[in-house]
């Protein structure tokens, strides 16, 4: 199951996502995507993965997809960080690992 909450504010416009983004849920989310920004032209767009569970291959097909829309991602734990580095190219902060 995936909740997907759209916070339009002045400025911005956020996607928060909660659950799995995978299966069906994925296509869920492209037509809200679709639907939404077909309505709402802003200057930010974010997608919030703070919630999100589990991401599989189409999920981050669709997140890539997203961000060569030039969405930015907002993310808390170390695989969807690791993820989002692969989906925009970023470098994955090192966390005090041995050198």
């Not at 974010?46 to 997809?65: K, P, Q």
């Not at 930015?72 to 170390?78: G, K, Q, S, V, Y």
């Amino acid at each position: 199951m995936l909740r997907i909450t759209i916070h339009d504010k002045p400025g911005s416009l956020t996607f928060q996502l909660e659950g799995r983004l995978a299966g069906p849920w994925v296509s869920v989310l492209e037509e809200c995507w679709q639907g939404t920004l077909a309505n709402h032209r802003r200057p930010m767009l974010r997608v919030d993965l703070t919630g999100v569970t589990f991401i599989d291959d189409a999920g981050e097909a669709c997140l890539a997809a997203m961000h060569r829309q030039g969405a930015e991602f907002i993310a808390a734990d170390c695989l969807t960080k690791a993820i989002v580095a692969e989906i925009t190219g970023a470098p994955v902060p090192d966390r005090g690992r041995p050198k």
